[in-house]
């Protein structure tokens, strides 16, 4: 699949779908976890324990040194060409919706409005034990004050909305029906190993893009193209042939 070929096929398009993953937002400066530089390779947080539910539950300190680094530099981060060039699709109405297995809100921050985050975010939290529910700025506070947030009112556990290994997705119904309507649908950074999210190509009936550095875990079949690139180098050129 070339530029030119991707390019056409957007500007033939009205209903694309965008599955991203990780790997959008490691020029934004934050690491993916199966890349070269990723955390399953550098180890600087440990993946399995850090965002597994029954590790959190059962020592929620790793998780939390993990929340302290990545809320500390997150709103500082630009996000990257793609996110961009994906919230400018989303603008020219060629662009159904962006789902997501990222936390950043990159691309809320570039201008995507239509943005299913499979994998649930920061932007809320909530207690364990009694469900209260406390926002980003809240958790922010008790981030910074205490080691492992706390319940104002029962002392229970605080968990962020962002969802580990061993819980349920969100918004994949919604995924799903839009996937299996799409008529073109871009994979952009994923390795496409992590369910359910992994199974959304599965359900296109449409020319499927992947466009990702290095293995993915889909299987070619015809009305597959897969292109081993840097994103922002691979869709700078797709845009520089969509023009403005
Ligand atoms: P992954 O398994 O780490 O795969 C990322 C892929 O992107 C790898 O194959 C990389 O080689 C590739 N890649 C990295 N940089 C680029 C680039 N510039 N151009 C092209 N390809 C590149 O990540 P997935 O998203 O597939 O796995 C899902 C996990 C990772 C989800 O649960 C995410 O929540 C989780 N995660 C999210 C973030 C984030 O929010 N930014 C960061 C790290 C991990």
Redesign the pocket.
Same mark, same amino acid.
């Given at each position: 699949m070339t530029p030119v070929r991707c390019a056409e096929m957007l500007m033939g398009s009205g209903n694309v779908v965008a599955l991203?993953?990780? /790997?959008?937002?490691?020029?934004a400066g934050?690491? @993916?976890?199966? /890349?070269?530089h990723? +955390?399953?390779v550098t180890r600087q947080y440990d993946?399995e324990t850090v965002?597994d539910i029954g590790a959190f539950v059962a020592d929620p300190a790793p998780f939390y040194e993990f929340t302290r680094d990545f809320l500390g530099v997150v709103d500082d981060l630009e996000p990257t060409f793609s996110h961009r060039f994906l919230a400018s699709l989303e603008e020219a109405g060629i662009l159904r919706c962006t789902v997501t297995? !990222?936390? #950043?809100f +990159?691309h809320q921050r570039a201008g995507s409005q239509s943005v299913i985050s499979v994998?649930g975010d920061y932007w809320t939290s909530r207690c364990l034990d009694c469900n209260v529910g406390l926002s980003l700025d809240e958790l922010k506070l008790k981030v910074d004050a205490e080691p492992v947030p706390r319940c104002d009112s029962c002392g229970g556990l605080i968990k962020p909305d &962002? &969802?580990f290994f061993g819980e349920a997705v969100k918004g994949m119904d919604r995924a799903a029906a839009a996937v299996a309507e799409a008529d073109m649908l871009l994979v +952009? /950074?994923?390795? +496409?190993? &992590?369910y359910p999210?992994?199974s959304l190509p599965g359900l296109a009936r449409c020319p499927v893009v992947v466009? !990702?550095? /290095?293995? &993915?875990g889909l299987q070619p079949a015809p009305n597959r193209f897969f292109v081993d690139? #840097?994103? @922002?180098a691979f869709l700078g050129e797709v845009a520089e042939i969509m023009g403005p």
């Open positions: 991203t993953g990780a /790997g959008i937002s490691t020029a934050i690491p @993916d976890f199966r /890349g070269p990723g +955390l399953y993946p965002f297995q !990222n936390i #950043d +990159l994998h &962002v &969802v +952009l /950074g994923s390795s +496409l190993t &992590v999210a992994a466009v !990702n550095r /290095g293995e &993915v690139a #840097d994103l @922002d």
